[in-house]
């Protein structure tokens, strides 16, 4: 079974750059997984960020992009700021109706 | 305002039996296909099952296959999860969800994200 990866944590300082990826144990990731990805504080509901890859979702700041970077999804922070600090979850369609979510990456802002 | 809120969840014996519900409220419910996803307790999001708008077609991860079903009630705003035969990890906060990603085949409402607050349902002796 084809499991979707991702980096378990990430620290970046504020103002910094970081990207997380989203990756498959056996595969590419391409944008025919229709990558999206997900911001989740602690006791809050999921919020999506992106989708299809490099969309950005409404009221989502333009220093959240999405792309392919070689074999993975990626998302990108540019100017991280301390409310970003969150787990963050791509979410990769895996065909047949069937979507699989990553193992979530902790961003740190320190 | 968009609302969707849980209700159901609670503490059940292992090899139990829950029935989950997800109220709608502020949309129009039956133009759009509808999702569970769980999270057990200091982990990641899991995406149980979605059901198309007529509620004709239905998909469940592997993890539940066989042992939960999704079903929806248009003319009453609402979403269902029976969960059956129910395993210890099973433990999790259920979340509604209609958010685009979770439904493939409806590419003009990707844009969509509506999530519930969710709901414990802990499977215990």
């Known amino acids: 079974q084809t499991v979707v990866t991702q980096e378990p944590s990430f620290s970046v300082s504020p103002g910094g750059t970081v990207t997380l990826t989203c990756g498959l144990s056996s595969g590419s990731v391409s944008t025919s997984y229709y990558p999206s990805w997900y911001q989740q504080t602690p006791g809050q509901a999921p919020r999506m960020l992106i989708y299809?890859?490099?969309t950005r979702s409404s009221g989502v700041p333009d220093r959240f992009s999405g792309s392919i970077l070689g074999n993975k999804a990626a998302l990108t922070i540019t100017g991280a700021q301390a409310d970003d600090e969150s787990d963050y979850y791509c979410v990769l369609y895996m065909g047949s109706g069937i979507v699989v979510f990553g193992g979530g990456t902790k961003l740190t802002v320190l | 305002e968009v609302q969707l809120v849980e209700s159901g969840g609670g503490l059940v014996q292992p090899g139990g039996s829950l029935r989950l519900s997800c109220a709608a409220s502020?949309?129009?419910?039956?133009?759009?296909?509808m999702s569970w996803v769980r999270q057990a307790p200091g982990k990641g999001l899991e995406w149980v099952s979605t059901?198309?708008?007529?509620?004709?077609?239905?998909y469940y991860a592997d993890s539940v296959k066989g042992r939960f079903t999704i079903s929806r009630d248009n003319s009453k705003n609402t979403l269902y999860l029976q969960m059956n035969s129910l395993r210890a990890e099973d433990t999790a906060v259920y979340y509604c969800?209609?958010?685009?990603?979770?439904?493939?085949?409806?590419?003009?409402?990707?844009?969509?994200?509506?999530w519930g607050q969710g709901t414990l349902v802990t499977v215990s002796s």
């Open positions: 059901i198309s708008v007529s509620g004709d077609y239905t």
């Open positions: 299809t890859t490099n």
């Open positions: 969800a209609n958010s685009g990603p979770l439904y493939y085949y409806d590419s003009s409402n990707y844009h969509r994200d509506y």
């Open positions: 502020g949309f129009t419910f039956s133009s759009y296909a």
